[in-house]
């Protein structure tokens, strides 16, 4: 019933869409025309029989990069393919009105014929995901770039002027399907010489086995001062079904025993104290806290702080941004930067200028990338590493975060 229902929902998008198609190709060459008609509808006879083959478990011994890629390539045409079908939905319904009211009253001469318009349209609205997608998808998702900023700080001691933080986030190891690439991020980072390095949340997607192969490749991460880690929401393995609570528990520990690994010191609501140049630096890390309700709250600021002696410059990595507006400006002054990641930019929207970018998650979180200040406190929003979901950024590319503190007033 699911493979039926599943068949019938692809032909319903593929028909609405293919009337676009077809409408532009009625004068092209009878070879042409076949050979398009023949690959539209080559697409959801692969999809459903590859369906068929996953539903029995006859594909767990394909190569899991094969599997992704053709599993996004069948995303990306259908959604191109239902953007078009919308298109010519709405134009089959106005075609529809017109014959009733023609039917009706033949003296309003309405025309029942498809507008060219509309099908032009409709196919031009589909190709822009279709071109877009596909050149994410082979060309971005290990493009990093480093995004860098300067944090204004006035009363930090003068020989703290200058320090490098480097931040990371959202390494999803469970996604990645090239190691040689990933290497290339290390390079990067180190390339940076950071005096801190900060990661903030969702080494993995689930499991703690998938960051494994992943383990030399990370522990080679240098920073002067050492590497600091948060769990995000997807470290504690919340959305899978475990065979016990006991597995789930297991999971956990092991995840834990990974920050170990690669030798990064993991805090869950605890903080440090370092010394630097004569200065202290406290470093803050808060396990999950987020002010949507879908997602657990397991942070506790209370526990994080306790005990914290004043510091010349105090850094929170909290995973989730809207942890930020909803509890650390209110209560917690002295918390100069707070560092998060958790929402990847969507993986996919414009960025013209600082000012000037859009991304769908912006109607999710009121702070979902770079930099942001209320007062004398920064926010940083980290774009991600890694990728969930689809192997494929478009216009929010994988990022390495370099923060400057300087002694300066704070704009």
Known sequence: MRLLALAVLLFIIDWFAFQAVSYLLQDANPLLMNLVVAGFWSVPVISIIYTFLADRGWTTTWPRSVKVIFTSLIFILYFSKLLMGTVIAIDDLRRGIAWLIGSLVPETGFSAARMPFMSKLGFAIGLI????LTYGL???PYRYKVFRKDILLPDIPDTMDG???VQISDIHAG?????????????MINALDPDFVFFTGDLVNNSAHEVDAYIDTFREIKATHGIFSVFGNHD??????WSSAQA????????????KRLGWDLLLNAHRVINVQGGKVGVIGVENYSAHPRFQKYGDMGCAMEGLEKTDLTILLSHDPSHWDDEILPRYPTIDLTLS???HGFQFGIELTEAIKWSPVQYMYKRWAGLYQEGHQYLYVNRGLGFLGYPCRVGILPEITLLTIRKGLVK
């Open 129 to 132: 995901p279709l071109l877009s």
């Open 138 to 140: 082979i060309r971005n």
């Open 163 to 165: 320090l490098r933080l």
């Open 175 to 187: 996604s990645f399907l090239a190691k040689d690439r990933v290497r290339k991020s290390v390079e």
């Open 236 to 241: 504690y393995g919340d959305y899978v079904r």
């Open 248 to 259: 789930k528990q297991d999971n956990h520990e092991k995840l834990k025993l990974q920050h």
């Open 341 to 343: 990641g958790h929402t």
